[in-house]
């Protein structure tokens, strides 16, 4: 993870430097972020999972490319904590959502088909 108070740096992405938090209004959602991000380190996981899906549901209100990536932020958080809850066919979907989402560069891409090809190990009880 990466410091998020310059804006030029989140979960498993990189942000170009003409990119800012200033020339996007900061935004609730990304606040609600932040807050789950605290209560998954603090391994309030139930409560990180009610904020990180308050922050799709108002990051889905808005159609920018910014929105996109944060939106790939915010699923691979909500797939990190579903994991951490044991509920892994909501983690497979968050992790696919990043997958699928145009703004995924190839490495994350990769590491999220890694993460969904580890779950449905799982599943199958191959681990």
Same mark, same amino acid.
């Not at 904020?51 to 958080?77: C, P, V």
């Not at 892994?88 to 989402?101: P, Q």
């Given at each position: 993870?990466?410091?998020?108070?310059?804006?030029?740096?989140?979960?498993?992405?990189?942000?170009?430097?003409?990119?800012?938090?200033?020339?996007?209004?900061?935004?609730?959602?990304?606040?609600?972020?932040?807050?789950?991000?605290?209560?998954?380190?603090?391994?309030?996981?139930?409560?990180?999972?009610?904020?990180?899906?308050?922050?799709?549901?108002? $990051? %889905?209100?808005?159609?920018? @490319?910014?929105?996109?990536?944060?939106?790939?932020? &915010?699923?691979? !958080? #909500?797939?990190?904590?579903?994991?951490?809850?044991?509920?892994?066919? $909501? %983690?497979?979907?968050?992790? @696919?959502?990043?997958?699928?989402?145009?703004?995924? &560069?190839?490495? !994350? #891409?990769?590491?999220?088909?890694?993460?969904?090809?580890?779950?449905?190990?799982?599943?199958?009880?191959?681990?």
């Amino acid at each position: 993870m990466g410091n998020l108070q310059d804006g030029k740096q989140f979960i498993g992405l990189q942000v170009e430097d003409e990119v800012s938090m200033e020339n996007y209004s900061i935004k609730e959602d990304f606040c609600l972020f932040e807050k789950a991000q605290v209560l998954y380190g603090n391994e309030n996981y139930n409560e990180a999972l009610v904020s990180i899906k308050q922050a799709l549901i108002m $990051n %889905a209100k808005h159609e920018d @490319e910014l929105s996109l990536i944060y939106a790939s932020d &915010y699923q691979t !958080l #909500k797939g990190q904590i579903e994991l951490n809850l044991n509920d892994y066919e $909501n %983690a497979y979907k968050s992790f @696919e959502s990043v997958a699928n989402n145009p703004t995924c &560069y190839d490495q !994350l #891409k990769k590491d999220m088909g890694d993460m969904m090809d580890a779950i449905d190990k799982i599943l199958k009880n191959e681990y």
